[in-house]
């Protein structure tokens, strides 16, 4: 069960009624119709999210707070006029912010709806708003969709898939009525009136956001295998698993199996719980809404959560996408579940299998979190256990890979590619904003290391590897950078400090590089975008799409930042610094959100003027899913070792 957070009394005695002076019957309070339950109708949570009124002194707070965390954004200026071919996310993000902070709404949930589209549409998982009050819920469709080589259909596993959400899911449905099991395999005619490819591609522009590509959304919008956590898993896709309630039912027309005949099919939205329990509208607010003692940020100097003494750790740098839809995970069906034996080093994040050839060995990465040693250790496990069984090939799995850990990206990089190789990362930067200066020289002036801060000079190196001094004001003088014809000076270039790892690199590689190829969907963002870019760029390692929109590019790689900070990590280095009390520092939130801000940049090595996120690379090899790999794991390495190593 979620724990309730304490709200902090300055987000309930700020309100002075406005929002909390609630109905107490439950006749008049929607928010009790649907109290402790963990699925509604969407109708009935759209009703109890929308009856809070707009409020000035929140839509203030929070835009201020939006704006200042923009100042550090490292891409804004890109935004003007975005080069080819991801010219869809082209905006100007200060107009767009003047836009929000003056326009009207109705209601808060209308407010907070524009933001999450403004910040969605950048289509940069990194830079987002995700307020909490309005992802307590993810909406549902019993019908999530895929494309396979011979057109658009419903999930053929449908009937495996849905009980997986759970019995309550289901029972709703039957309580409607809604026999969904018949959709199973369904052929797709269209989708609220437009040609199944004209939805798709609409959800993948408004709703999918994350990653710049337009043909890695495409892979969004339907569903795929994935690992959640450490177990496999299945995404219902954006077209089905929203993360913000605004449908209530979506109509299909389609011709189901043993069928001939076209019908028009309206299938209803389910909404699921994932917030923190409430029983009315007052609970939900104060245990949903209001700014919590998590939201903002701390002063790390007197903070009880740093570790004092010898122990003291330094802050891991990560990059990773939110995805909100594990907090409804949905195991992936058993007939899909690979039935080859696990090889040691099985049990995180990473799985891996020695397939019937016996010279292929697979390591499917679900993503770069999790326990940081333990990855570095199942890594080694797993390539032992490859080389003990005679295995020449490497096959790399990043299908849904949402990144984490920047180091153990760097790592995996090191390890395939050998120590000899030297630094294993990219350069980087940071965006020299006024404010970000003065945050670097008042860390240097108090000694604030890499424990304290990730500003501290010593997170960082020369390009020869010696870390920066303490006392290193890498910011003084910003350097030059010019973008879209607007100056926009960063910090000194640098390298991450990730060694030394915490098991040992061999100097070589352990497989021949031309035997290691890299297949997944696109969606591979932050770290894995890091780790695959890597790879390509510096050693033309091979690679495969599959799925995505037939006649259309994918890249292999989806957002490739450099860092990602949290809005309480970022708040927490201002405060750490000393500098909350500057007019630039942007304010606590009196709301319980995150806005998030990709915070440094990696440089490619192609042309080191240009950052890896917008250096368009396609992948070696690009296939459709079929009835016999989609949403099977096993079968799609068994393809694509013969059409990679035989």
């Not at 605004?246 to 209803?268: A, G």
């Not at 003027?609 to 090899?621: G, M, Q, R």
Request: charged share 15%; glycine share 8%.
């Amino acid at each position: 069960m979620p724990r309730i957070v304490r709200p902090l009394l300055a987000s309930l005695t700020f309100l002075s009624g406005s929002l909390l002076a609630f109905a107490a019957t439950d006749a008049s309070d929607p928010c009790a119709k649907i109290g402790g339950l963990t699925f509604a109708a969407a109708a009935d949570v759209i009703a109890c999210q929308k009856s809070f009124p707009f409020n000035e002194t929140i839509r203030q707070n929070v835009m201020a707070t939006v704006s200042g965390v923009f100042d550090f954004y490292t891409f804004e200026d890109y935004y003007l006029n975005s080069p080819p071919p991801f010219q869809e996310s082209t905006t100007n993000i200060p107009a767009d912010l003047a836009r929000l902070k003056g326009a009207h709404f109705a209601t808060d949930y209308d407010f907070n709806l524009a933001l999450w589209d403004f910040t969605t549409q950048l289509n940069d998982g990194h830079t987002r708003w995700f307020p909490s009050c309005y992802n307590a819920y993810q909406n549902l469709l019993p019908a999530p969709i895929v494309i396979l080589d011979r057109g658009v259909f419903i999930v053929p596993d449908l009937v495996e898939f849905v009980p997986l959400v759970g019995s309550g899911y289901t029972d709703l449905l039957d309580s409607i009525g809604f026999n969904w099991q018949r959709l199973a395999g369904a052929t797709v005619l269209s989708i609220a009136g437009l040609s199944p490819f004209d939805y798709i591609d609409n959800i993948a522009t408004t709703v999918s956001g994350n990653y710049l590509d337009h043909g890695v959304r495409v892979n969004s919008v339907v569903s795929s295998y994935r690992i959640s956590g450490t177990d496999f898993s299945q995404r219902f896709g954006d077209l089905a698993g929203p993360s913000f309630i605004t449908q209530t039912s979506l109509t299909m027309t389609v011709i189901p199996v043993n069928s001939t005949k076209p019908e028009s099919v309206t299938i209803p939205f389910v909404s699921a719980f994932a917030g923190n329990p409430f029983t009315d509208q007052a609970s939900y607010w104060a245990n949903n809404c209001a700014a919590n003692e998590d939201t903002n940020g701390v002063d790390r100097r007197v903070s009880s959560q740093v570790t004092q003494g010898p122990l003291k750790q330094r802050l891991q740098p990560i990059a990773k996408i939110v995805d909100l839809a594990p907090k409804q995970a949905v195991g992936l069906p058993g007939p899909f579940i690979p039935t080859l034996p696990q090889v040691n080093g099985s049990t995180g994040v990473i799985k891996s299998y020695i397939l019937d050839d016996k010279k292929t060995g697979v390591m499917f990465i679900g993503s770069f979190e999790g326990d940081f040693v333990q990855f570095q250790t199942d890594t080694v496990a797993a390539i032992n256990q490859f080389k003990a069984s005679g295995v020449t090939n490497l096959l790399i799995d990043i299908t849904n890979n949402g990144g984490g850990f920047v180091c153990l990206g760097l790592f995996l990089h090191q390890y395939l590619a050998g120590s000899n190789i030297g630094y294993p990362g990219f350069q980087s930067s940071m965006r020299a904003n006024p404010l970000a200066q003065k945050i670097v020289a008042a860390d240097v002036a108090q000694g604030i290391d890499d424990t304290l801060a990730f500003y501290g000079a010593n997170n960082w190196a020369f390009f020869n590897n010696t870390p920066f001094p303490a006392d290193f004001n890498y910011m003084k003088p910003p350097a030059p950078n010019v973008v879209n014809g607007i100056s926009d000076p960063t910090s000194q270039r640098f390298f991450d400090i990730c060694t030394p790892f915490n098991v040992d690199v061999p100097p070589t590689p352990p497989f021949d590089l031309k035997n290691v190829a890299i297949v997944g969907n696109g969606n591979c963002a932050s770290t894995c975008s890091l780790f695959t870019t890597l790879m390509n760029e510096k050693h033309n390692t091979r690679s495969a799409v599959f799925g995505g929109k037939p006649g259309e590019q994918v890249q292999f790689k989806g957002m490739a930042g450099n860092q990602v900070l949290e809005w309480a990590d970022l708040d927490s280095e201002i405060k750490t610094a000393g500098v909350k009390n500057d007019p630039l520092a942007p304010p606590d939130l009196l709301v319980d959100g995150n806005m998030r801000v990709n915070w440094r940049t990696a440089w490619s090595f192609f042309d080191e003027s240009k950052p890896i996120a917008y250096v368009s690379e396609l992948p070696t090899f690009r296939f459709a899913y079929t009835k016999d790999t989609y949403n099977n794991p096993q079968n799609l390495w068994a393809f694509a070792a013969k059409v990679f190593f035989h």
